[in-house]
């Protein structure tokens, strides 16, 4: 048996895998219960990561344009253009923008080349988009980046307030650590974010804070913990927009549990006072004395799997490597450690701007690694044309055909997560081990190993590494200049260790438990502000994450078990809202800010407050020809850290009409042209499409050629065909209306690439003798849909483990339990009802 361990490919968790590799592209995936990060649990994604490592649109060669060309030619092209582009136009006109998603070693490298050598600070990174307040309301309060929590905080917590945070979804084996965590001794919990999300459904507590009103909200708290001598501040008292019983429900709470963890996310970090809302949340743990204990302090969670390596080695363009920043005696030290030609001499450009200077011809040369701008910047339209102008755009990426890799000049083949070998930091300042599974695919490469090939070419003097180990113990001697400069971050015991015992090296938290004991930390004055109004757009909209999908979907996209949950990209938005807009639930939307528009699938849910609507972020033009929620986000940043303020923009919505609606089933993907609307979604064995549009449907364009059967249902509108191979096997089938329902889909998909259904059931989508219909699928572990877990509810299964136990439903990763918990409270509910 070949085990191997390794770290999650995911989130910022930063949960330890035990991989068994079973054959040439696959491995059998399960959670280590040695890693302090997770002690065995894995959530959905994690549990599926065995799906994504198939070669399937991967990309295995460098390629200029589209032609395949060998690792020499093209590093020799990158290399040419680079110079000649500094040679022409200086250092600033070359800028590198890389990713949460690369290991700590790429990181360090790429930050060496740019800063040390290249000589301008135009690094940045998707964590821009993502971490930057946090980075920034540290460095305010702490004088450095530090997160003063670890996970046994959270165990050791009376009350945990979640800010901005989905964590049942985005970071669900916290979330699974914080339910133990009430189970043990009672923890409290609190969810501030403006619509209820399955986090929220599971909380003691529930704030609906208005959008961006979390520093008018802690001010207030900070204000009222002063009144009752429990804090020492001086704020300003305001208005801070939460009902006055909510509002004292969770002043009583904060004042009643000294033991209190204050975890914050992307509702808090994305947002025009992203900064203000980190530091608001600081100051109030720091004027209660509530830091620095067991249990308690503010704990900024990161998203990405090496959010915080990056930001340790200076991936961001405002910090120089260590922790550092741009002071004489600081640069003098990076200076001399890296023996850099012409240190930069300055912060660089931060994300929105960097793209702004590619628009604007500023920056000619672009090198982008382990990110889709062309996706998650806001205002992709501009983003694009940008990217469109630049005279040399270089990908580094593992999937061929990404939205942004469309732009590029030059793709270069990057190893993925099984492939590569490094490290990584998770949320509490854990440093794991990634380890490869498989062999490098293709002629793909790591990527710090490419970074140092271009450094090499350039002529540049101190990228000789020929390990990931070599790389890390250079990182690891380099902190002895934080320690000089007297910040925390200290990794000098690992500089000395040999390739063995890096391979071997165990998870390890840098800084101890806390870190900032006995240091200076202080208040910082936050200002209340939010988004101008405007009437021509009277909704909020505001955007975030599936359970199920990461990021751009490059991944999770195929997989069918993970595709299940979500198969299209969702508007959802009160029902008075609705109605006013004549938007009904399943029907087409289209949603219009001053920046751009697109549709998406309405769906009516009392979640959302009124007055405001929720968009997921994940979808992109390879995946659907609406959803795409990063035309619609303006450029507008936080001042003091340049994140975007994604979460909070202005918007209003319209019901989008379509002569037709389809669904086709295909084995390839292909992309529809000149209809209404298309998204596509991973089944077994291809694609499940659903189509709008109007006049004629062009059936010979959306179906593969095959024996090919048809049936008209003249009375329901309905269109029906199915096209079937020499051997009898289903490889396509679309179905359309003009006027009827279509049928539900699961059945018929199934049915793709088997032989296993006759041609009349194919044509009705349904089985002669239909199976017990299960519902949607709810636990994606076990296939197990809604009405089974309803029937079990029926039969007396009165909690999540009896739904377990009788039907499997939650028991393995768990991630869909408090799905399940709502739908038991419903059933309960409509019980109680009918009781009446
Ligand atoms: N399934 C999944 N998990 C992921 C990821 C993924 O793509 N998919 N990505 C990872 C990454 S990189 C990140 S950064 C994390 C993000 O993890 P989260 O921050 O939990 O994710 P989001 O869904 O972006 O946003 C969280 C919440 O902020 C709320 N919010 C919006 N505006 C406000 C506001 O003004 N105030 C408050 N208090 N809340 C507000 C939203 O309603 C939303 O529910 O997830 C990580 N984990
Ligand atoms: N509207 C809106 N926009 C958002 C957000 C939001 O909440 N709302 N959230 C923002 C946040 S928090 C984040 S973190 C970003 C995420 O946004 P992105 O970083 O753009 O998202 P990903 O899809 O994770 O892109 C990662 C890319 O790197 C590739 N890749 C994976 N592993 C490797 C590797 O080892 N090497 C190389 N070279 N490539 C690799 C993948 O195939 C993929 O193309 O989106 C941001 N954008
Ligand atoms: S919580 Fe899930 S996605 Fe995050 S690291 Fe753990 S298994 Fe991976
Ligand atoms: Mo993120």
Known sequence: MNEIRTTCAYCGVGCGIRAEVTGARSVTIRGDETHPANFGKLCSKGTHLGETVGLEGRLLHPMIGDRQAGWDETLDLVTGKMRDCIAAHGPDSVALYVSGQLLTEDYYAANKLMKGFVGSANIDTNSRLCMASAVAAHTRAFGEDIVPVTYDDLDEADLILLVGSNTAWCHPVIWQRIEAAREVRGTKIVVIDPRRTETAEQADLH????????????????????????????????????????????????????????????????SVAGTDKGNAIINLHLAMGRINAPGMGPFSMTGQPNAMGGREV????????????????????????????????????????????????????????ATNPAVSMPDAAFVREALARCETVVVSDVI?????????????????WGEKDGTVTNSERRISRQRALFDAPGEARADWAIIADV??????????????????????????????????????????????????????????????????????????????????????????????????????????TLSQHRREPLLELHPEDAAAAGVTHGALVRVVT????SIFRASIADGQSRGQVFVPMHWTGAMASGGRTNLLADQLVDPLSGQPGFKNNACRIEPVASEWRAFLLRRDALEPKGLVWWSRSAIAGGWLYELAGDGAVDADGLLPFGTRAEAVDMARGMRRLAVLDGGGVLIGALHVTRSGQLPPREWIAAQLATAEAALPELLAARPSAPAPDRGSVVCVCHGIGAKQIMAAAGQGAGSVAEIGSACGAGTNCGSCRPAIARMLREWHDTLAEAAE
Request: hydrophobic letters at 45%; glycine letters at 8%; a positive charge.
């Open 455 to 560: 450094a090499q070419r350039m002529g540049f003097a101190g990228f000789d590494w020929t390990t990931a180990a070599g790389v890390f113990r250079e990182y690891a001697a380099m902190t002895a200049l934080s320690v000089k400069n007297g910040k925390v971050l200290d990794l000098t015991d690992k500089a000395g260790v040999n390739d063995a015992e890096y391979a071997e090296m165990a998870p390890f938290v840098w800084g101890g438990r806390y870190p900032l004991a006995g240091r200076t930390m202080r208040q910082v004055p936050v200002e209340v502000r939010t988004r101008a109004a405007d009437p021509a757009y009277p909704l909020r909209l505001n955007c975030g994450r599936y359970r199920d999908q990461w990021h751009t979907m490059t991944r999770t996209g195929l997989s069918p």
């Open 400 to 416: 061929a055909e990404t939205d942004t890799a469309r732009f590029a000049h030059v793709r270069l083949p990057a190893l993925a």
């Open 207 to 270: 704030v609906r804070v208005p959008p961006d009103g979390d520093v008018a909200l802690f001010n207030a708290l900070l204000a009222e913990m002063t009144r009752r001598g429990l804090a020492d501040a001086d704020p300003a008292r305001c208005d801070h927009g939460i009902d006055p019983g909510t509002f004292d429900r969770l002043a009583d709470l904060v004042a009643a549990h000294p033991r209190m963890v204050t975890v914050f996310s992307m509702g808090a970090n994305q």
């Open 314 to 369: 200076g991936g961001l363009a405002n910090m120089l490597a260590c922790h550092l920043g741009f002071s004489e005696t600081e640069r003098a030290d990076v200076t001399a450690f890296w023996k850099a030609p012409r240190l930069c001499a300055g912060p660089g450009l931060k994300a929105v701007d960097l793209f702004r200077a590619v628009h604007d011809g500023r920056v000619k040369f672009l090198w982008i690694m």
């Open 594 to 597: 001053a920046s751009g528009a």
